[in-house]
């Protein structure tokens, strides 16, 4: 087990040249957070594990072996940009990007120029840290709007997945209605940058 500022995860470093992060944001009393593109031959071993754990369900690859996950995200990346997320340095979290005209969303909602899709994966934890997971959150957010052509952030989570449907509405995701997808049953959810600031700002006065 790894201890790192109080928290203590299955997941080891992987290595990985400093020069590869594409984003990285410090927040105080919580820690640095970074992303890079991912590794598939180093960091498939990893999301094997992650997504072998109960919490992990609505990931959809809970049966897979570790050939059929780094078979899963070599379909991935050829229309999505996969990136992992780092924790003062360790592996942490997974951020899939896509372009909704490109997913099978796209036969569900009318796609707007500038709309990004997105999935996150963060890794167990035992002894959790105040703050931790909205720190992921809002340092993706971050990172997905800081292209400026990205309008909107379009998600589709399970709808059984009430945690991140919470998650979502903190961070200024507007439902829009409930989704019969031919693999699950889903909420569709926007939020607009407009929203996402309005969103912090609330935070801020809390």
């Not at 959790?128 to 989570?157: H, M, Q, S």
Request: charged share 25%.
């Amino acid at each position: 087990m790894t201890n790192t500022n109080n928290i203590e995860t299955d997941i080891k470093p992987t290595s990985f040249r400093k020069e590869s992060v594409v984003f990285s944001k410090k927040i105080p009393t919580v820690g640095l957070f970074e992303l890079r593109p991912i590794n598939l031959e180093e960091d498939c071993v990893m999301i094997h594990q992650w997504v072998q754990k109960d919490y992990a369900i609505y990931w959809e690859m809970t049966n897979f072996t570790l050939n059929e996950v780094k078979s899963a995200y070599q379909n991935i990346i050829e229309k999505a940009q996969v990136y992992i997320g780092l924790y003062n340095g360790e592996m942490t979290f997974l951020l899939e990007c896509y372009h909704p005209k490109e997913d099978i969303i796209s036969k569900y909602y009318n796609v707007e120029e500038g709309d990004k899709g997105m999935h996150i994966l963060v890794a167990p934890t035992e002894k959790p840290i105040t703050g931790f997971t909205w720190a992921v959150f809002t340092t993706i957010l971050d990172f997905i709007f800081k292209d400026e052509n990205t309008k909107r952030i379009v998600v589709e989570p399970d709808a059984r997945n009430h945690k991140i449907h919470q998650l979502n509405k903190k961070a200024g995701f507007v439902f829009q209605k409930v989704l019969e997808l031919p693999h699950k049953k889903a909420h569709l959810e926007f939020c607009t940058r407009e929203d996402y600031n309005h969103a912090l700002k609330a935070q801020e006065k809390n």
